[in-house]
């Protein structure tokens, strides 16, 4: 199952509004942080729904499903949302449960309890655990954020066998707004089996809700380009993601702001 899970680590982020960026995404407050960083789901005022499909390298067995809900409330933000990648033979299965809220005018944080599902064929069974992943965002200017998030640092164990965990995750980034119109972020991210991944994104708005973006990553070299659009209510996502030794990804999302 090993091969699977890097292969699906790597794609599991790039969601939504952040795939043509690099996924450099840590720091920034958006729909789409209910699968980067739960703390930026703190800044929404309005119920919002959207769903996120990502085809892998033009394969329909590495395709990634996805889809959340956000309530913002009095007391905090509460989000569930759902993630699948795989097909018959495998599948990862992610359900999330979030709370995000701000702490004072500069900090926002966040808590997310994940229920884990893998569906193997018969020869090898199916497993399943229990983890949490916990965010914060310093919005420490107008222009700058920082943003800080942990993906399961209880290191989970899937199995006795090979003392088989769910990797434990750590990614750090920095934003900038050098104008209403362009937005640069960079982020690191570290795994506790693997390197250190770099990477960076750009955004810029040339006309009112059309949204033009690139990025890079690194671990395997990656470039991205992407736009979003918004009509009324509705924003849609469109992202390409390269591969220095696999075909190209495509991914798309669609949200609706009640």
């Known amino acids: 199952m090993g091969l699977f899970l890097l292969l699906s680590l790597y794609t599991r982020a790039q969601s939504g509004s952040f795939a043509g960026m690099g996924n450099a995404s840590v720091m920034l407050y958006d729909f789409w942080s209910v699968f980067s960083n739960q703390a930026g789901l703190a800044n929404l005022e309005n119920p919002t729904l959207g ?71 018969e020869n090898y069974g199916n497993r399943g655990a229990f983890l949490f992943e916990t965010g914060i965002i310093a919005q420490i200017n107008p222009d700058f954020s920082v943003g800080l998030h942990l993906y399961n640092p209880t290191r989970v164990k899937l199995a006795d066998y090979a ?15 050098f104008s209403p119109w362009v937005l640069f972020s960079i982020e690191t991210e570290k795994s506790v089996e693997q390197k250190a991944r770099f990477k960076c994104g750009l955004q810029y708005e040339p006309i009112k809700f059309l949204y033009l973006r690139t990025g890079l990553m690194t671990q395997p070299n990656s470039f991205t380009a992407g736009m979003g659009y918004r009509i009324k209510n509705f924003t849609t996502d469109l992202a390409f993601v390269s591969h220095e030794n ?7 999302a669609l949200t609706y702001k009640f």
Do not use: C
Request: proline share 3%; charged share 15%; hydrophobic share 40%.
């Open 246 to 252: 696999l075909p190209l990804s495509s991914q798309i």
């Open 51 to 121: 769903f996120d499909y990502s085809n892998h390298f033009w394969l329909s067995e590495t395709g990634t499903h996805s889809g959340a809900f956000v309530l913002p409330t009095r007391s905090g933000n509460f989000s569930l949302a759902f993630k699948r990648y795989g097909y018959v033979l495998y599948s990862e299965n992610n359900l999330g449960l979030a709370y995000a809220r701000k702490l004072g005018e500069v900090i926002s944080a966040s808590l997310q309890f994940d229920y884990l599902f893998f569906h193997q064929s």
């Open 163 to 177: 003392d088989e965990r769910v990797p434990t995750v750590m990614r750090f980034g920095l934003a900038y707004s």
